[in-house]
């Protein structure tokens, strides 16, 4: 046998040996993910709140309770979370934001929200008028695609 085949051979066994590891280590967190995902759905309730303002902070820096920074794997207490500040009836509470409804949540306005311990799982409008959503600018690189693709019949013409 060649040597390259040699080598061949040794990286081809290591490499179905990761993709293993990876699918089965999927596999696990992704049962995690779905047992969380009902606990988080056992203890939803629905609370109204005046949203005072929301931003993109650091774990430490959102005055969040102690127990959260213990439970956080020190690999993600430097990441950003989305943080809504609100008035919970009496008392202002820092929750954390599902990421998917962070824009969606207005400033300054009573919502009813479900919430589930600090997780602000989804959010409706109150009271007044919801602000349609700011479509943001293309740029000229997607500009161009699309009318190249308007072109060529691949997408359909407004």
């Known amino acids: 046998m060649s040597k390259g085949l040699i080598i061949f051979i040794v990286v081809l066994v290591i490499l179905l040996i990761a993709v293993v ?8 967190a992704q049962k995690k993910q779905a047992e969380q995902q009902e606990q988080m759905e056992a203890y939803k309730q629905t609370v109204s709140m005046l949203v005072i303002d929301k931003k993109r902070m650091r774990i430490k820096d959102a005055g969040l309770p102690q127990a ?20 919970v009836g009496p008392q202002m509470m820092n929750l954390i934001c599902d990421e998917k409804i962070f824009d969606d949540v207005p400033v300054k306005k009573e919502v009813k929200a479900t919430v589930s311990g600090i997780y602000i799982m989804s959010i409706r409008g109150l009271h007044g008028k919801s602000e ?13 695609i699309e009318k190249l693709q308007e072109k060529a019949g691949a997408k359909p013409i407004k």
């Open 21 to 28: 590891v990876l699918y089965f280590l999927g596999k696990r």
């Open 68 to 87: 959260v920074m213990d439970q956080t794997p020190k690999y993600l207490r430097r990441t950003k979370l989305p943080i809504v500040k609100a008035k």
């Open 132 to 144: 349609p959503k700011e479509e943001k600018k293309k740029g000229f690189l997607s500009r161009a």
